[in-house]
């Protein structure tokens, strides 16, 4: 191996006509030439900048805050962007908010596939608008968006047009819908995708089995996503809110129910094989509680909570 060199062309200071050639000059010295070429080791130099710029790097303690100068030696209470499900708190208020009836829901018809995501059929039935109005309204009276609020809906056609409905009814700007491309997509229903709407039933019934199974699949696009498959995008999703919000108010728009109900089960502890127990009626909003579930909406046998969701079987 041959030793990697660097040359650098040492110019701290202009030429001066006065001073004499060395052949000692030191490539940092003062005296040093413009047009003097000389050798540099990298890891030398590597190491010098390393030492000169220490103490810049590493902050002392103030009278009111302590600074950290390794990250690993964060307190938990400072560490943020490491997501788990349920959470330990949550730095953010959050309200969920599925979206009103689609049109492709107004007949009956299941539509899971993301290529047809923003299409026009994908967006609010008349019935679909009326009831997004309503849940702006709800918005509007839990006042939700009093101090400002961060609106993410799926970029799913039904669920943008209910955020801009949302930011109108609360006197929110354009600004504020943050639009997710991916995480907050309709749950795909594989074979499922065309068939009547109230087959889904039969999908749910294998979720209540294990959150790890799949409707069939089907070779259109459509993907074929487990309880469990949900759960990894919503709690990727909470990790990006929780990293890049503090305090704030965030409201989440789904296209469908799935999605809110995995998550809601997720961040309260509930086992996921009995998400469906969460199900959101087309328009209804709910503010996030982390520590109960809706007592309406309790399973049968009472209050099961997951601690280690999804292992949970």
Known sequence: M????TYVASNSNPPNPTHKNSSSVSPFSS???PSHVLPINRRGLLT??????????TSPQTKNHTHYAD???????????LFQMPPVRLTNRYYLVRAGESEYESLGIINTNPVAKTSVDNGLSEKGKKQTVRAALDLKSMGACESNCWIWPSITQRAYQAAEIIAAVNGITRSHI???YSFLDARGLGAYEGKKLDTVSEVYASDSLSPNIKPPPIDDGTPNESVQDVFVRV???????????????VIIVSPDSDNLTVLQAGLVGLELRRQADLAFRPGEVRFVDANSIPTYKQPA???????NPP???
């Open 2 to 5: 041959l030793a990697t060199t």
């Open 31 to 33: 005296n040093s030439k």
């Open 48 to 57: 010098s900048l390393s030492i000169t710029l220490t103490p810049f790097l």
């Open 71 to 81: 990250p690993v030696s964060l307190p938990v209470s400072e560490a943020r962007g």
């Open 178 to 180: 943050v639009p997710e």
């Open 235 to 249: 709690t990727q999703l909470m990790s990006i809110l929780e990293t890049q919000y503090s305090e704030d108010t």
């Open 301 to 307: 046998s009472a209050v099961y909570k997951c601690l």
């Open 311 to 313: 292992n949970c079987n």
